[in-house]
């Protein structure tokens, strides 16, 4: 069945009518992701929860013809050899399934949904993700041309982050985004969007992001944006960054700064080139500049936690240097069940203001106040 033969909307509707159990979920803006633990168990998350639905497809051969389907839509084929399928339906959303025998009681599924409206920083702000001082700080960060990570846990917001981040990109620069499967929906007009591509099923016409990111520095870009890094073109990404490449943007999995850095080594020392770990750590060190921490909380709201700046290596001690320059403070729980929580200035001036300073920008007048004050605490001055 290719589409030579059948016009692409038919296929697509198709494929939906075999996913009809769940088709209220798939239409519905509320829901980001959509499990399903067999034939007649199926999740869906709502703003940050989990609810368990009434949905159920009748019979596990149902819900594989389905997956058949979807595997079929993306040019692949899934049977008992190959019980692994990770593709994508018609409006873009990510699937996952692993099907019987390596999932005994499956198929399991889980659909990370795709939404076409991009959350704005003025949206991210009003659902309490951070403050209007906080946007301007990492605008001022962006502009700069630091190069910042957005690191965070499973659903915790990293990708609506970086598209958030990609907002105060200049408009006359050229950005590159280099990507696993295409979820990025940079806010800018001069985007050159390359994506990866897995071999075909007799290991033919691979594309790797370490393939792209060498083509991508013959490309003049200004900025360099990678979805995710997820293996060694950590290290590809950390030379970048180190030979000039300011302001690239990347996303990581890893809960808390310091963590970051560590996994972003891990990530580096799969790549095919021997560094010795010493040399690699003060590469890495100088490479990054900002880490942008995020977390899905306790109560689902999703938030940043920490603006975290790294400073370098210390060998004598075998630690990254890094200090915070806002971080969220709890401040326990509200009768809803809600955290109450604050994103608060450390009180530490970063060693970066010299580089906004040149760029032309600053850090808000609280992000200052609080180091008075914090001076005042220590008896200087």
Do not use: W
């Amino acid at each position: 069945m290719s589409d030579g033969f059948i016009p692409k909307e038919i296929f697509e509707e198709t494929l939906l009518q075999f996913f009809e159990p769940i088709r209220p979920y798939l239409d519905d803006p509320a829901v980001s992701d959509i499990m399903i633990n067999g034939p007649h168990q199926i999740y869906v998350e709502k703003k940050g929860q989990l609810h368990l639905t009434n949905a159920r497809f009748e019979t596990r051969e149902a819900l594989v013809a389905a997956l058949r389907n979807a595997a079929q839509f993306v040019g692949k084929h899934i049977d008992e050899m190959r019980p692994i399928l990770e593709g994508r339906l018609p409006d873009g959303s990510r699937i996952e399934a692993v099907l019987p025998p390596a999932a005994p009681d499956g198929p399991c599924v889980s659909i990370r949904r795709f939404f076409k409206e991009t959350l704005t920083v003025d949206r991210l702000i009003g659902f309490g993700a951070m403050t209007p001082e906080v946007a301007t700080a990492l605008q001022a960060l962006v502009v700069s041309k630091l190069n910042v990570l957005v690191a965070g846990g499973t659903g915790s917001g990293k990708t609506s982050m970086l598209n958030a981040l990609s907002s105060f990109i200049p408009e006359g620069e050229r950005v590159v985004v280099i990507e696993d499967s295409r979820e990025l929906q940079l806010q800018r007009n001069h985007v050159c969007m390359l994506e990866a591509r897995p071999p075909d099923p007799r290991g033919r016409g691979e594309v790797t992001i370490r393939d792209l990111f060498r083509a991508t520095l013959r490309l003049r870009p200004d900025r360099i944006v990678v979805g995710e890094i997820r293996g060694g073109e950590a290290l590809d990404l950390i030379q970048a960054m180190t030979s000039g490449h300011g302001g690239c943007l990347s996303t990581l999995h890893a809960t808390y700064p310091r963590d970051t850095a560590t996994r972003l080594e891990t990530m580096a020392m799969m790549s095919d080139i021997e560094m010795p770990l010493a040399a690699l750590r003060i590469q890495l060190a100088s490479a990054v500049n900002i880490i942008l921490q995020v977390a899905r909380l306790q109560d689902g709201t999703r938030k940043v936690t920490h603006v975290t700046e790294v400073l370098g290596y210390d060998p004598q001690t075998s630690q990254y240097q890094m200090q915070d320059i806002f971080v969220r403070d709890y401040q326990g729980i509200d009768d809803q069940g809600r955290i109450l929580s604050e994103l608060v200035p450390s009180g530490i001036l970063p060693r970066c203001l010299p580089q906004l300073h040149e760029h032309g920008v600053d850090l808000p007048a609280s992000v200052y106040d609080a180091a008075k004050r914090a001076q005042g605490r220590h008896g200087y001055g």
